[in-house]
């Protein structure tokens, strides 16, 4: 293990989307879990100097606005059910524009980025939300 690197599979942090209760258009799961772990942490840079590698593990693919903050909050690695439009046809939800070098930009930061975990279980609850009639929070849902 690299110097510095825990592997005790304890999270630091969960984060669960709070867009709607919070009336908060930024309370993404991701960034709820970032902000919560930065605060446990006591930093802003859990990548930085002497820390372990932390690891984020999100249930599709981050939307546009959590991609960035995942980027710039210095995680070590993050792991993702999927990504594509399979979250968007069950569910409705808008992930925003995709810069097309996206795929690319953990690399380039030194960060590795796993797909397909739990990749079945996250399809079949996305499937159930679709049609649980709960709220899709686009702001501008049919207007884009």
Request: aromatic share 8%; net charge positive; charged share 20%.
């Amino acid at each position: 293990m690299p110097p510095g690197y825990s592997n005790t599979s304890r999270p630091v942090a969960v984060g669960v989307n709070r867009i709607v209760p919070a009336n908060c258009s930024k309370a993404h799961a991701e960034i709820m879990a970032l902000s919560l772990a930065q605060k446990r942490l006591q930093t802003y840079d859990p990548g930085g100097p002497k820390q372990p590698v932390f690891e984020l593990v999100v249930n599709w693919r981050p939307c546009a606005m959590g991609f960035g903050a995942v980027l710039w909050s210095g995680i070590g690695r993050m792991k993702i059910a999927g990504s594509g439009s399979k979250l968007e046809a069950l569910t409705g939800f808008d992930e925003g524009t995709m810069h097309r070098q996206r795929p690319a930009e953990p690399a380039k930061r030194g960060n590795t980025l796993t797909e397909g975990v739990l990749r079945r279980q996250a399809v079949d609850l996305f499937r159930w939300f679709g049609g649980s009639g709960l709220i899709v929070y686009n702001a501008r849902q049919g207007q884009m």
